[in-house]
């Protein structure tokens, strides 16, 4: 299975996949609201980053208690199954499921065509 990675040597932080993954997923541009789980910020002069990709493990597939999580291809929400008892938060290894309105997102890489990865300037991001 694809999933996305990071060069970390390559990113300047600008948070432009955040943006664009926003518009995409939520129709706004509003970074916060990404589903995509890469945090940067400045410590001593250095340019840090958090980024919490999934790695396909489907721990937050198999402890939902609803079903409302599938691994297939990739990692998809069912909204309307979603209870929000945020279960596949706590148990995500990585941090990437996202607790949002009482409902669960987590990065679906855009079903196989991740904006984020053809938007970054820098090509930091690739979907191998």
Same mark, same amino acid.
Request: aromatic share 6%; hydrophobic share 30%.
């Given at each position: 299975?694809?999933?996305?990675?990071?060069?970390?040597?390559?990113?300047?932080?600008?948070?432009?996949? @955040? +943006? $664009?993954?926003?518009?995409?997923?939520?129709?706004?541009?509003?970074?916060?609201?990404?589903?995509? +789980?890469?945090?940067?910020?400045?410590?001593?002069?250095?340019?840090?980053? =958090? =980024?919490?990709?999934? #790695?396909?493990?489907?721990?937050?597939?198999?402890?939902?208690?609803?079903? @409302?999580?599938?691994?297939?291809?990739?990692? &998809? $929400? =069912?909204? @309307?199954?979603?209870?929000?008892?945020?279960?596949? @938060?706590?148990? /995500?290894?990585?941090?990437? $499921?996202?607790?949002?309105?009482?409902?669960?997102? #987590? /990065? =679906? &890489? /855009?079903?196989?065509?991740?904006?984020?990865?053809?938007?970054?300037?820098?090509? +930091?991001? &690739?979907?191998?």
């Amino acid at each position: 299975m694809k999933r996305l990675k990071l060069d970390k040597s390559k990113c300047l932080g600008c948070r432009l996949c @955040a +943006a $664009v993954c926003s518009a995409y997923k939520e129709g706004e541009y509003r970074p916060s609201a990404a589903r995509l +789980a890469i945090e940067s910020h400045y410590a001593d002069g250095e340019l840090v980053y =958090d =980024d919490h990709f999934c #790695i396909l493990c489907g721990i937050c597939a198999k402890n939902c208690p609803v079903s @409302a999580i599938s691994l297939d291809e990739y990692l &998809t $929400v =069912d909204h @309307a199954k979603c209870i929000g008892c945020g279960t596949c @938060a706590a148990k /995500c290894p990585k941090k990437t $499921v996202r607790l949002r309105d009482k409902k669960s997102y #987590i /990065c =679906d &890489t /855009c079903l196989g065509d991740p904006h984020c990865v053809k938007t970054c300037p820098q090509n +930091a991001l &690739t979907f191998a």
